[in-house]
């Protein structure tokens, strides 16, 4: 047994999995533009990720563009058998590294062949639809997206579907199409707009799977948090993971990095209990914002 079989598992999709994996958008270059600055380095941590027990990976290939993937490949190919690969299209990389959505039909296709390619798989495990903005979800329709990624499933080069950035109204009309395995949304200790909608998946039976589940590009900053760290002789960014996983069971964790003792620490939150007097202490701290 592992370190993370302490937090449990859960049924996404076909498999089985450890409720806490791994992100791999930071192994891309700063800005997650452009190869890592040690690519060895890049290498080991994803190795180690899944020595220690990890058996899902989230990625893009539009994470570089194609760098993660291609190290991913390198690192690991051929995959475990037990290794759920979950990947995401909707968007790719202006020569500027900016971020630009890719939505249409063609976009979509040429996204999930390029993941195909690049990872060196004949089938994705998972597929997430990113829609949205930057700024969060946006309600319109993404029936014609969705039925995209559905005709994939059908030819067999997508084996489940998932969203990210998305609504609950959205999730709705998804699931009229095809099943919807994951829901990937913005989601932490202080950032808890998505509260009704982790609970709408538990009921379903859906995993839910929080980006920057330590608060993004600015990690989470609290005094609040940083003192029950100390009385648990553990981190912030430990307590905020172990907080999620007490939060609800249909939460899975892909915290990310490039640093494989930053890895150990993230995995080892899988182990944290917290009471109750400290889950009502990290809650207050939510509502606060």
Not at 89 to 108: C, I, K, N
Not at 191 to 201: G, I, K, Q, T
Not at 214 to 237: E, H, K, V, Y
Request: with cysteine.
């Amino acid at each position: 047994m592992t370190i993370l079989d302490t937090a449990g598992t859960f049924q996404l999709g076909d498999r089985k999995v450890k409720r806490l994996g791994y992100g791999a958008m930071q192994l891309a270059g700063p800005g997650v533009y452009g190869p890592p600055r040690d690519r060895d380095a890049a290498i080991a941590v994803l190795r180690e990720a899944v020595a220690a027990g990890v058996d899902h990976i989230d990625t893009s290939d539009f994470y570089g563009p194609h760098v993660v993937n291609r190290i991913i490949r390198e690192a690991l190919h051929p995959y475990a058998d037990d290794l759920v690969l979950v990947s995401k299209v909707g968007a790719v990389r202006g020569a500027d590294a900016s971020w630009l959505p890719a939505l249409e039909p063609e976009d979509l296709i040429a996204g999930v062949h390029d993941n195909l390619r690049n990872l060196d798989i004949a089938a994705i495990d998972i597929v997430n639809l990113r829609v949205g903005g930057l700024e969060g979800p946006a309600e319109g329709s993404i029936a014609r997206q969705f039925e995209t990624l559905a005709e994939l499933q059908r030819q067999g080069l997508i084996r489940h579907l998932g969203l990210s950035n998305v609504t609950s109204t959205q999730l709705a009309e998804a699931r009229a199409i095809a099943p919807v395995v994951c829901v990937q949304n913005h989601y932490n200790l202080v950032h808890r707009a998505d509260d009704a909608l982790v609970n709408e998946l538990a009921a379903l039976g859906i995993a839910y799977v929080p980006f920057f589940p330590l608060g993004g590009f600015n990690p989470i900053q609290s005094g609040a948090l940083a003192d029950i760290a100390t009385r648990l002789s553990a981190t912030s960014m430990q307590v905020a993971l172990a907080w999620l996983l007490h939060r609800s069971p249909n939460i899975l964790l892909i915290p990310g990095t490039s640093s494989v003792a930053h890895l150990r620490e993230n995995l080892a939150a899988a182990a944290l209990k917290l009471p109750d007097d400290v889950l009502a202490e990290l809650d207050g701290i939510g509502r606060a914002g």
